[in-house]
């Protein structure tokens, strides 16, 4: 079975600093995708960014970008220059494709994150 | 245009009681599921459909049921509520086999009294 780990239940950092969020996973399976969702009060899930397991690179989406090391399944996410609106809950999250076709995501506890002015 | 919506975004009933929980996509996705969030924010998957057949079930009580009508609406009925049910449920897309985004309603919160 798949597991993902946050260590970091709550996280605070001041507006424009660099924060990072921690994510471990356990599988046994050799390709698979990871992701970071962001939930704000909202409750709206967000898709922030998604690492394919088999591309060495790590993903970025402007402010946003992780270090994926294999090896040591591990997934963190880099926040840079961070600002108020990223104030949210961050989900760590695996997903393996099932034989039927059908995508099962596995998540993280998740990190309350809050950005303060 | 909402591309993943649920209705009702608020739903507060006694024990006991049978409620339906009802999610349409408009984003052509032939893949759509149901999950539950609980009162510490653990998001798990309850259920999976592809093309209206049931592909994931995981470990749910009996009196939970999803019903997909056809490939853009996934139901959840619920039977005879009890406080544990008490969650935010959220539906969500994807498409088939080659894109591995999946899209999330705005959640329904489900309040058991």
């Known amino acids: 079975a798949q597991t993902v780990t946050q260590s970091q239940p709550e996280m605070s950092v001041q507006e424009a600093e660099t924060v990072t969020l921690s994510c471990t996973y356990d599988?046994?399976?050799?390709?698979?995708?990871l992701f970071w969702y962001k939930q704000p009060p909202s409750r709206q899930m967000i898709l922030v960014i998604r690492q394919e397991a088999y591309k060495q690179q790590n993903a970025t989406e402007n402010r946003f970008s992780v270090n994926f090391q294999k090896a040591a399944k591990s997934f963190s996410l880099k926040i840079s220059d961070s600002q108020l609106g990223d104030t949210a809950m961050y989900f760590c999250?695996?997903?393996?494709?099932?034989?039927?076709?059908?995508?099962?995501?596995?998540f993280g506890q998740g990190t309350r994150l809050t950005i303060n002015p | 245009d909402t591309a993943v919506s649920q209705t009702p975004k608020y739903l507060v009933t006694q024990m006991g009681n049978d409620k339906s929980i009802k999610c349409e996509q408009n984003l052509g996705h032939d893949t759509m599921y149901w999950y539950k969030q609980d009162s510490k924010k653990f998001l798990k998957i309850m259920f999976s459909y592809n093309n209206k057949e049931l592909i994931i079930n995981e470990t749910v009580p009996n009196r939970f049921s999803p019903k997909s009508p056809d490939k853009a609406h996934l139901n959840l009925h619920i039977n005879s509520l009890e406080l544990g049910d008490s969650a935010v449920y959220f539906c969500?897309?994807?498409?088939?086999?080659?894109?591995?985004?999946?899209?999330f309603g705005p959640g329904t919160r489900l309040t058991v009294t």
């Open positions: 599988t046994s399976e050799s390709n698979y995708y």
């Open positions: 999250a695996f997903m393996k494709q099932t034989i039927q076709g059908a995508q099962k995501l596995v």
């Open positions: 969500a897309s994807s498409r088939g086999t080659r894109v591995y985004e999946q899209y």
